[in-house]
């Protein structure tokens, strides 16, 4: 009898259950290297409470022991500002990186960082990419220590800088047009370039950084929030006294509008190298005739010396700008948009000796009035 057939049976079986456990095998090895990626991508996307520490670019368990090394601690002689909710340190890492570490404060009874506030800032900057705000490298959500790790910009902020005489004198003309660009560009990005828009709300020169260039970074992104277009977005006022939109003291209302208005009072203080607190005051009082016949070049930072031609036009478009900017009604501000825009393309022309422009020149006419070169006349400068 010929056994051939029967023989070869169990061959074949053998055969088919080798190759399937061979494709089993294979299938349970692709779904553990799909379940390590996941989860390593969701620790770099969440915050989570207890010993988690990620960060992108560099090994996380060595540069958390490498930061507390740094800053020993988070000792007070490596402390470079101080916010609302959270201390920041410079950290120069092993490997020579200097950052900047941007750790929490602890609530009064003891509890971790406001999550809350860690979380938004954590969300803003992994959602935005642009070259004026500044970049997040990582984060640390720990039982004694929570912080953000960003770049390091040498300058620290425009408020120290501003505050400075040797420091504010350095700061001529040119960059304080490029830094008044820089955070426009950033803000219409935030605004017109995310969906849903996201808002600041707390732009000021003491959120204003700046790199060994003089370039700027918007920072500082605790109290930003999402516009839901699903949503009245109510909100209770927050940011920094000075700088905060009027409207939200009875309407409780927050819209990009609100970081536009931000903008203006940074403008003016950036050419006018104080904060314009009075000034913009007087403005809206009664007394309007009388601030209004003010000469611009008068309110301009008198620790530089008087702009040539060219650059005073520019001064007069971000003067324009920003008093448009602060108008009572929000609907009647312009969109970051479009004062980036204006700051990048815009001319003036305006019927008169440019030195001789008044404050309320610039506050009746239009913003669509100032679209053409400026006229050029040969001036003599004095205060």
């Not at 200097?98 to 509890?111: D, I, L, S």
């Not at 536009?260 to 005739?289: D, R």
Request: aromatic fraction near 8%.
């Amino acid at each position: 009898m010929d056994n051939s057939g029967t023989n070869r049976k169990p061959k074949i079986v053998k055969i088919v259950l080798g190759s399937m456990g061979g494709v089993l095998s294979f299938l349970f090895a692709l779904i553990g290297i799909y379940c390590i990626f996941y989860k390593k991508m969701r620790e770099t996307t969440e915050v989570i409470n207890g010993d988690l520490f990620c960060i992108w670019d560099f090994d996380g368990n060595n540069v958390y022991e490498d930061i507390i090394e740094a800053t020993e601690g988070f000792d007070d002689k490596h402390c470079i500002g101080i916010g609302g909710y959270g201390s920041v340190y410079k950290a120069v890492l092993s490997t020579g990186q200097v950052v900047a570490v941007k750790k929490f404060h602890p609530r009064e009874n003891g509890e971790q960082h406001d999550l809350k506030s860690f979380s938004a800032e954590i969300h803003a900057l992994t959602e935005l990419r642009h070259r004026n705000i500044v970049k997040l490298y990582g984060i640390c959500s720990h039982v004694r220590h929570s912080f953000l790790i960003y770049e390091y910009l040498e300058r620290g902020s425009l408020e120290m800088l501003m505050r400075n005489v040797e420091e504010a004198v350095s700061l001529d003309w040119v960059k304080r047009i490029r830094i008044i660009k820089s955070v426009a560009s950033a803000l219409s990005h935030m605004h017109h370039g995310c969906f849903p828009p996201l808002i600041h709300r707390d732009i000021s020169s003491k959120n204003i950084l700046l790199n060994s260039e003089y370039d700027a970074c918007v920072a500082d992104f605790g109290i930003a929030r999402v516009l839901d277009p699903n949503s009245s977005n109510w909100t209770t006022p927050a940011g920094t006294y000075g700088y905060l939109t009027p409207e939200l003291a009875y309407t409780m209302r927050l819209t990009e509008k609100c970081d536009v208005y931000s903008f203006g009072v940074l403008a003016l203080e950036v050419i006018m190298g104080n904060h314009p607190g009075e000034f913009i005051t007087s403005l809206a009082s009664s007394s309007l005739s009388g601030g209004t016949n003010i000469l611009l070049i008068d309110t301009l930072d008198k620790r530089l010396e008087l702009p040539i031609m060219e650059i005073l036009k520019e001064l007069v478009l971000v003067a324009k700008l920003a008093f448009a900017c602060l108008k009572t009604h929000p609907e009647s501000r312009p969109t970051m948009e479009s004062v980036s825009h204006k700051l990048s393309t815009g001319k003036l022309s305006v019927g008169e000796s440019v030195n001789m422009i008044t404050v309320g020149k610039l506050l009746s006419e239009d913003v669509s009035f100032f679209s053409h070169q400026i006229l050029d006349k040969t001036v003599c400068w004095s205060r």
